[in-house]
């Protein structure tokens, strides 16, 4: 027995991270509540639990998601299961005491529904002496903003995965300021370094959810006086050329216009399934809607991403990742007179041909 129990004390964060991994990848809800208790009572801290098994897993779900490894259905199976492992961790710590530190509210904007990163922050805040409302995915903004006014939070944490939804989480920044709510913003979208935090007026950036806690504790999060602040577009001057709002407003028909130009120029569209062809007209609507993004905050580097990511999933799975650059051939077609548009899409070609060259090199090493 004595040796059992020196085995568990003495294994590290990261060997639980790898049993946890495992059980997520064989859907094992039972296995994977279990673990985490067991990681709890062999020595770890909550907040190890939550940031150095739980989340580092659930990283790695993602990316098997986007090698092909793992289904859609299989990834949400683990999504989920991981949700549950957070509650587990929530109940082992049920008789804490209540939160002294201050108020926070922490809430997905509106479309965004990766909720478990804004959870982790949620619930390391709560471990960490601050009273939580967590609010959860896809918070309408009105709803939100009645919360605020209801409950009067020190601050309101956003949380962000998807860059398409950077002009709405920039219209709940402000709307949240107006209020008079300081807001502190995370996720993805927002860029490794916060760049389009600071370009949207945000009052503050955290990379994860522990430089969310320090920033919260070394210093007070507040939204400083601008006399501009009813502006929600102070900052983006370029937007006065209307290519945003005019993309945003034919959206639909440039993804039909590009849906009918791939099909002439790529005649084995012409044989797909009807699954196939409605996964090609997700895959259209998502090249525009990173465009229309990368348009609203004047970045390139928004599409360029996505489409290099995007190149990677597609050459994991054995698609040929050129037709990015016919899809993007075919709507500059349809923009001569965009010249933003144009030359954001230029930058992205560039983007997708140093994947794919990056991936037959990987290719080449492999067969090697």
């Known amino acids: 027995m004595t040796g059992q129990l020196h085995a568990v004390d003495t294994r590290t964060p990261a060997d639980w991270c790898e049993d946890f991994f495992a059980a997520l990848a064989d859907m094992d809800e039972y ?100 009273q939580v409302d967590f609010l959860g995915a896809h918070v309408p903004t009105p709803h939100l903003i009645a919360h605020l006014h209801a409950t009067g939070p ?119 399934s009807d699954r196939q062809h409605e996964r090609t007209h997700e895959d259209v609507g998502h090249i525009v809607d990173f465009l229309i993004t990368a348009l609203y905050v004047d970045q390139a580097q928004v599409l360029a991403d996505f489409l290099a990511w995007t190149s990677d999933i597609l050459d994991a799975r054995n698609v040929p990742s050129r037709s990015l650059l016919t899809a993007l051939d075919i709507i500059a077609d349809q923009l001569p007179d965009f010249p933003r548009t144009l030359a954001i899409i230029d930058t992205s070609r560039s983007a997708v041909a140093t994947a794919s060259t990056t991936a037959r090199g990987r290719t080449t090493e492999d067969n090697v």
């Open 154 to 272: 020190d601050v309101v944490a956003l949380s962000c995965s998807l860059a398409t939804r950077l002009p709405t989480a920039h219209a709940t920044i402000t709307a949240c300021q107006a209020a008079g709510i300081p807001v502190l913003v995370g996720g993805a979208a927002f860029g490794p370094d916060g760049r389009y935090a600071r370009l949207l007026g945000a009052d503050a950036w955290a990379r994860d959810a522990d430089s969310a806690v320090a920033r919260l504790e070394e210093q007070p999060v507040v939204t400083p006086v601008h006399p501009e602040l009813g502006d929600p577009f102070t900052g983006l001057p370029h937007l006065i050329d209307q290519e945003y709002t005019l993309l945003s407003r034919n959206r639909r028909q440039l993804v039909e216009q590009a849906m009918t130009g791939l099909e002439a120029r790529l005649p084995v569209m012409r044989t797909y």
């Open 31 to 130: 296995l994977a509540t279990e673990l985490v208790g067991r990681a709890l009572d062999g020595g770890l801290s909550p907040q190890q639990v939550l940031l150095q098994v739980i989340a580092p897993a659930q990283a790695k779900v993602g990316a098997e998601w986007a090698g092909g490894r793992f289904t859609v259905a299989r990834e949400h199976a683990a999504t989920a299961i991981s949700d549950r492992a957070v509650a587990a961790v929530t109940r082992h710590r049920v008789n804490r005491a209540p939160g002294t530190r201050g108020r926070v509210t922490v809430a997905c904007v509106d479309g965004e529904w990766h909720a478990l990163p804004a959870r982790l922050v949620a619930e390391t805040l709560g471990l960490r002496g601050w």
